[in-house]
């Protein structure tokens, strides 16, 4: 992998990130779940239980 496209992978993941960060702080203020992975299976997580995943 050339170092171009090794920091053009780095902006793209940079860029996941903080989308995925905002969008995770939205749904919390607006009291919505999310689901997120945790590599085995999906969880929920509600903001109204303290952000637990709900199992």
Known sequence: ?????????????????SAATKTIERKRRLGQYWVVWDGQKPLIVNPENGDAPVK
């Open 1 to 17: 992998m050339s170092e171009k496209s090794s920091l053009e992978s780095l902006k793209a993941l940079r860029a996941l990130q």
